[in-house]
């Protein structure tokens, strides 16, 4: 869904001409990449100081 509306907004700027709607689907896209970058590194130090990724796990980090 997210997707969609960046083509959209995309082909809506396109069809009118302006650059302006091209630009802010770039600054979409790098916010969404930065999301899943920070997702994938919790995954990562969750492997590394738990060695697995089972959430059930994290249990006993909340004191």
């Known amino acids: 869904m997210f997707n969609s509306v ?4 995309a082909a809506f700027s396109a069809y009118h001409s302006d650059p302006a709607g091209q630009v802010f689907v770039f600054f979409i896209m790098i ?3 930065a999301e899943v970058a920070v997702g994938l590194s919790i995954l990562v130090m969750m492997k ?3 060695d697995s990724v089972d959430i059930n796990l994290l249990n006993r980090l909340k004191w």
């Open 48 to 50: 590394r100081n738990v």
């Open 31 to 33: 916010v969404a990449a």
């Open 6 to 9: 960046n083509l959209l907004v």
